[in-house]
């Protein structure tokens, strides 16, 4: 899917905002189903990045509800104006335009909790970025992500541990919450 068309469109037609912060984050396509927020932890105080914001909902709730400090990137300059527009008013939320892997590469900054609702996991080679995230995502830090997975019999929970093996996690958690939609919780492999 082209994001930057599809923002684009969004914008002309969408109220550009402030927008209410919603009650619930959820992972799948529909708020109904699945954990929310709880799967992440205490969260009050701690730094989040959300990889493929979009417009900012998910990251707009775990700052304002959760007491988070969070970071949106996204690579679509339309998703990002979408979210400063939305979100932008909330204390202790920032947006940024960015390729996810190249920006995680370049900054220093840590981070405690690395999420992506059908972000950039699903629409990227997912070693590098996952590399990437491994070394900014503190030692005890937890990487949740949901992925569209059309397999309906077996999802491909052996493909997604190697790939989180090779950058240096172990899965926590999965949990397939539709028949398209997997969320996996991942941390660091512990150190002995």
Known sequence: MDWQAHALARLVVEDPGPAPVRDRMFWGRWPEIGPGAEILGDLAGKRIIEIGCGPGHHLAHLVAHHDAIGLGVDAAPAQIQRAKNKYGHV???????????ELL???AATFDVVTSVFGALSFTDPEPLLRAIFRRLHPAGLLAFSVRDDRLDEPDIPAWADHLAAAGFTIQATDRLTDATLLITAGPVPVP
């Open 91 to 101: 204390p202790g939320i920032a947006f940024a335009h960015a390729e996810a892997t």
């Open 105 to 107: 590469s370049t900054i």
